[in-house]
Every structure is written in C-alpha cells, then in structure tokens.
C-alpha cells in the first residue's frame, strides 16, 4: 500500500459548489501540435467540476482506495509542524498544484525516505529542488500542456487589460462614476505595438498565435528557435536573448520555466533597458522577475504596468508589496487552473498515477526528472545547478 499525499487550495469560503456558472466543458480532440489529451483508463468526475481545491480531491480517492492506497488531501504546507511536513514522512508519492505548490526543497526530500514520485498537477515542477530528486532516484512528473492554452488566453487577457486600462475604468462603474477622462488618460491601443514573449514553447507560442490578429509586431527569444515555416507565418522576430529583446518592445510577456538561467532575469538593470512606458506580463514564475525593481519601476513610470499571477512565496504575504504598486493587474494564480484545465490536469494525473503502479513506463512527455537526471520535457525545459 502507498500513502498519496495530496496538497491542494482551500474551498471557496462559502463552502464546495453546488452548481455551477456552466453546464460542462467543450469537448476538444486534442492538442495543437498533435499530442493527445491525457488518456487514463477511466475518470471519477464530472468535467467541469471543481477538482483542484481540498474538497475535489483531484477525483483520486476512489481509484486510489480501490487499490488499496492511502489518499491524504490537505491545504496545511506551509504552517510550523503543517500536516504536509507530518505526513512526508512516509509519503511515497506527492501531488500538488503550481497555483497552491507543496515545496519539496532538498531538506524536506531527505525527511521523506519512501519518497519516490513528486507529481505536478499541471505544469512547472520548480517547487521541487529538481538537484535533490535527482541524487534520491525521485521521479519528477507533470501534466504537460494540460494548462498551457489557459495561461496563453490568461495573457492575452492581461496586455489587453493593462493596455486598454480596463480595471482602473471598470471600478468606476461599480464605485457609480463616469469618469472617462479619468479611464482614457493611460488607454491605449495594442494595434502596432511591438510584443515580445520569453520562451515561445507551448504557452510562448500559443500567445503569439493569439496576438498575431492583433496587427501588432510580434518578437520571441527562446533557447530553441522555431522552425522557419512558423517564423514567416506569424512574421516573428527573433533575439538570441531576452536582454537583446526587451528594448525593441511596448510589451514583454514571460512565458519561461524557472531555472538558475532565468531567476532574477528581470532586475532593475533589464526593465531599464525597456521602452519607457512598457508593459511587463508574468504568468510564468515569480522569481524571474526583481520583486522590488518591478514597483521601483512602476513608481517611476519606466513601466506603464505590470500583471501577472505568480508570486513567490505561493500564496503571497498580506503584505507582499505587488498587492499595492500602481498600475497592476495581479490575480492569485489562476491562469492554468481554469475549470476546464482541472479536467486535463485532473485526468492527466490519473494517467500518471495509472502508469506507476502498473509499473509501466510514464508518457515522456510527462517526465522531468527520471533516472537520475533530467527526462523528457525536463531534458528540454530546464536546467541544474550541477
């Protein structure tokens, strides 16, 4: 028998839903690029249902329980002696969610001696020390793609809501103004901006397919440049780096993993180089952007605005200085934990699950670390610091 442990967000606070907005999901037929929707054997939820807080359970306690395995679903990580750091201890598989992560740093790894699966539901598995898991034999998975169009239409979202200067004008309807000088004294058009994304894999390149009606000029850096053919189709524009990039655009949009190669890759020094004025969007990670140079930068007006939905530490502070700064659009992280990613990232995880105790081999798309090094999608994504 193993003991699953499963780290998810709290409730709603007026407790689990009991309808919803929808009645389910649009059915899709797979991927962009051909790689197929996850494929477990069956499901034990409803698409379109809440599965990623405590009460969804990620719809795996049946399966899990009639296997005999042990399913502990908690939202306690982060507390002194949470139930997280309690049950590690014997934990032999751990799930949680980039949106509410359970950080699996090389001190906790080495307090978990029956560890041997760490499982992203949904994609990017920085929360764990990927160096430790490599020295402890820890297979490192994640639904991969199961969100990336979410986030992509998340950023889109977001240039079109700083851009256009949406929030600041939708508070004065609901605060009974009808303040338009106020509204367009900071609205723009994103037609002929220049748009840039660090990284243009699933989520970079879904977003400039979104842009590219837009009429704006679109730029991409990313270690792996796109085949020609794609190149010409959306006129990209491609930089060997992002410090070679972002001073040709109106708006950046990072869509990278985190690795030493890109933590703090936006300092004071990078959002220096930008067109005064400049738009930064960060659906991607935290701390690959300065905290403190982002609001320097916004305070002064070398950003017109920053958005995002990721944070470091998750969930952030009462007092994180991102929930005060001028001219933001910040949400909690959000943008790969749509109801209808759940549904993926929920099935994708069973398929994981599936696949390890049958003792099968995991989709190699699925795998970042396995074996003892990085693995497939880790293999092309990330980097370490051995």
């Known amino acids: 028998m193993a003991k699953v442990l499963c780290v998810l967000y709290d409730d709603p606070i007026d407790g689990y839903p009991k309808e919803y907005a929808r009645d389910g999901l649009p059915e899709l037929s797979g991927y962009p690029g051909g790689q197929t929707l996850p494929t477990p054997s069956a499901i034990d939820f409803t698409p379109g249902a809440l599965l990623g807080s405590v009460s969804g ?26 139930e997280f750091d309690r049950h590690l201890a014997d934990a032999e598989i751990v799930i949680s969610q ?9 001190e906790r790894i080495a307090k ?3 560890l041997k699966l760490a499982l992203t539901a949904g994609i990017g598995s920085d929360h764990v020390d990927l160096d430790a898991a490599i020295a402890r034999g820890v297979t490192v998975a994640e639904v991969t793609f199961c969100n990336s169009i979410s986030v992509a239409e998340h950023v889109v979202m977001m240039i079109l809501a700083l851009v256009r200067n949406y929030l600041p004008s939708h508070q004065w309807v609901r605060d009974g103004g009808w303040n338009i000088a106020d509204c367009v004294a900071r609205s723009y058009d994103v037609e002929g901006m220049d748009v840039g994304t660090v990284a243009a894999g699933r989520i970079g390149l879904a977003v400039l397919r979104r842009l590219k009606p837009f009429d704006v000029r679109l730029h991409y850096t990313d270690r792996h440049r796109l085949p020609a053919d794609v190149e010409r189709e959306l006129g990209l524009t491609f930089h060997a780096s992002a410090t070679e990039m972002a001073p040709h655009c109106d ?3 990072i869509n990278a993993p985190l690795h030493p190669e890109t933590q ?15 738009y930064l969007i960060n659906t991607a990670r935290g701390l690959i952007v300065d905290r403190d140079a982002v609001v320097r930068a916004l305070d002064s007006g070398q950003l017109a605005g920053y958005a995002g939905d990721v944070w470091y530490p998750q969930p952030a502070p009462a007092d994180h ?11 909690p992280h959000i943008s790969g934990s749509s109801l209808s990613a759940q549904a993926r ?3 994708g995880t069973r398929e994981i699950l599936e696949a390890y105790f049958a003792g099968t081999p995991i989709r190699d798309e699925y795998l970042i670390v396995d074996g003892g090094q990085l693995a497939g999608t880790g293999a092309h994504s990330y980097s370490t610091r051995s």
């Open 321 to 331: 200085p991102w929930r005060t700064m001028p001219h933001h659009g910040m949400t």
């Open 57 to 82: 359970e990620l719809g795996l306690r049946s399966f899990l329980e009639g296997l005999g395995h042990e399913l502990v679903v908690t939202s306690d990580k982060d507390t002194a002696n949470s």
């Open 251 to 253: 708006v950046v949009t």
């Open 345 to 347: 990232y929920a099935a």
């Open 264 to 278: 703090g890759l936006f300092n004071d020094e990078l959002i220096g180089t930008m067109r005064r004025g400049a």
């Open 112 to 114: 978990a001696p029956n």
């Open 98 to 106: 980039p949106f509410w992560p359970a950080y699996l740093t090389a």
